[in-house]
């Protein structure tokens, strides 16, 4: 079992070390999370971007992967998502542990002082970053913008949150749109970047073999010299649902057809809500994959997902356009069979098995350390994951069906071909 530990370093700050002697590397990772609005997105994500591809004593991507490589391929990356209602922005850096430095080297230190540059020292002067690391990071990002339309199965998704959750911050993409990151400019970055230091409650992760005292030594003077006054944030907010179900069509070069059902739930057992999901449709021997894409022939895939900050389960399938009338009638006939209560025993047995599959998972790296314990924390609710599989063990298949009874229909999404 992992050791686990979380204590606060500075206003809206904290730092978590998972001890885990199995590992041979440390990872240290620092989240930024902030309020997902239309306007901050795409200036949060250019932002910790560029500091995420140079620093002031590394200028561009090229001289700092050039000294990552040096110390035994050590890694440095960005991730930008988001959860319910917030922006999540991620600078993370991975190395081997010392003990297997082939001279002994403190490897641990200089990638920690390379992060910490990144953060404190990034490669800016006179309130705006550099050209160069400004101008690698906004092409790389609109090309990722761009690139969010090849994967159709993907866009159907995104497409359906930005109408499902219309009005909410979470209709918006936590790299913003292509517009507003063409308005960026290296001042208005750098000026984001600011806010962001300032205002983003922050988490910082550490995960290793051992514990480094030296290591949260230096975050901590780092961090706790920060000026501070961080946001109010709230991740569980539930989206309300619509008055009458939302029904959007698109037309794009596409030769199967995408359609993508969001269901709101008032249901607020994070762990019932999650078993109704994979009996209905989270794994290959679901309600929807067996009746809708074996039994019926109707779509070549069928799958559903549950997100627990929003209530909302979303469905996705990639069907012919003939049958997309009889697919969204036979989807909708699924659920409402668990509603009537019937759930075999065998589905309930896999979708445990599942669960247990998937949480027996965690801790097989460093990021599924990380995503658990965050997750955990965000809710106030940090347990083990044995004490989570306990908890859907518990579940009862009467649970299910009065968990089932609260998804409703909210909006259904259509992605056809390009008309004649």
């Excluded at 890694?75 to 081997?96: F, G, R, T, Y």
Aim: hydrophobic letters at 35%.
């Amino acid at each position: 079992m992992p050791v686990y530990s979380r204590k606060n370093i500075a206003d809206g700050i904290g730092y978590t070390t998972i001890i885990d002697p199995k590992f041979k590397t440390n990872k240290i990772q620092v989240m930024f999370i902030t309020e997902l609005k239309k306007e901050t997105a795409s200036h949060n994500a250019m932002a910790v971007g560029i500091i995420g591809t140079s620093n002031s004593r590394y200028k561009n991507l090229s001289l700092l992967t050039d000294k990552l490589n040096e110390l035994y391929g050590a890694s440095i990356n960005v991730d930008i998502s988001k959860q319910a209602d917030e922006q999540i922005l991620s600078i993370s850096i991975s190395s081997i542990h010392n003990r297997y430095a082939l001279e002994s080297e403190d490897i641990s230190n200089s990638v920690l002082e390379i992060l910490m540059d990144c953060i404190f020292s990034p490669n800016a002067s006179n309130g705006k970053f550099s050209e160069e690391p400004f101008n690698f990071r906004k092409k790389d990002h609109l090309d990722s913008i761009d690139a969010e339309i090849n994967n159709k199965r993907n866009y159907a998704v995104i497409q359906t949150h930005k109408e499902a959750y219309k009005g909410e911050n979470s209709e918006n993409s936590a790299y913003g749109t292509k517009e507003d990151t063409e308005a960026v400019t290296p001042e208005s970055a750098f000026e984001a970047y600011q806010k962001i230091l300032k205002t983003a409650q922050t988490e910082i992760f550490f995960v290793g073999p051992e514990k480094d005292d030296i290591i949260e030594k230096i975050i901590t003077e780092k961090f706790s010299k920060l000026e501070r006054m961080p946001e109010n944030l709230n991740f569980i907010s539930p989206s309300p649902l619509k008055k009458e179900v939302s029904r959007v069509e698109e037309h794009l070069d596409v030769k199967q057809c995408k359609m993508v059902l969001a269901l709101k739930s008032s249901c607020q057992d994070e762990y019932i809500m999650k078993f109704v999901n994979t009996v209905l449709g989270a794994t290959a021997v679901s309600k929807l994959f067996i009746n809708v894409r074996e039994k019926k022939s109707l779509c070549y895939y069928c799958a559903s997902a549950y997100n627990f900050w929003k209530q909302t389960m979303f469905i996705d399938c990639g069907i012919e356009e003939a049958n997309i009338e009889e697919t969204e009638k036979e989807i909708l006939n699924q659920i409402n069979e668990m509603k009537c209560g019937n759930i075999t025993d065998e589905e309930m047995n896999h979708a445990l098995l599942s669960i247990k599959n998937s949480l027996n998972g965690v801790g097989d790296t460093s990021f599924s350390y990380i995503s658990w314990y965050f997750n955990g924390f965000i809710k106030n609710n940090v347990i083990d994951t044995e004490t989570a599989i306990n908890k859907y063990a518990s579940i009862t298949k009467q649970d299910l069906i009065e968990a089932a009874k609260t998804l409703e229909l909210d909006t259904v999404y259509v992605m056809k071909g390009e008309k004649a």
